[in-house]
């Protein structure tokens, strides 16, 4: 799930940063806020779903994430295709928030989904606010994560990390991206349109509501 498109440039500067409208940042987060009502919608319609299913369309998801790059420059065939990629992605976790549910109370759903917002939203004010940029350490994050990806995929077998410990690395690792996604915002893209960004922020709050969905519920289940 956790694809994330290349900037033209590691980190800008200069000139950008200041000289970059705040409509854009208004654009992205209107379309990543709408992406993810459409992902919330999908996720609760279709909860019974077998994770076999979920699998399925996260596959189709990702085919739709290429298509997102293929056709950045017709913004409203992209900002199709985001929607569509944002239903595939609310079926595939479906079955996982429905396990939620299902196990430790709705509670805990809605307890992770109002702080990844809550959370993310503070994390662009600190960004916007303060100038912090932290694009120059972008392959240190991005490295982090494809590690994070492997480790997993391992663990699925040797069972090595604990999914607490997991859940709390991801947090840190996506923490870190969706400041260094609203420091490029600000500085005016790098390159990506509006879409391709929309879908950055996306990706982070998905995967930062499915780690506090794991921490959240791994209290819930220990208590």
Known sequence: MAYRFQPQS????GTAAVAAPRSLLAQVLGITALGLCVTAIAAAMFQSLPFGI?????LVGFGLLIAINVTRRNEPLSLMLFYAFS????????????????????????????????GILALGLVVYATGLDLRRFQGIFLLALIGLVLAGVISLFLHFIQPQVYAYI?????????????ARIRAGGDGLTPVQMAVQIYLDAINIFLALLQIFGGRRSSD
């Open 170 to 182: 991801t947090l840190v690792i996506f923490t870190g991206l969706v400041l260094i996604d609203f």
């Open 10 to 13: 590691p980190y800008g500067g």
């Open 54 to 58: 979920g699998l399925i369309a996260m």
């Open 87 to 118: 239903f595939c992605e609310g079926v595939g976790i479906a079955p996982t928030v429905g396990h939620y549910l299902q196990t430790v109370g709705p509670d805990v759903v809605v307890n992770a989904a109002s702080t990844t917002g809550v």
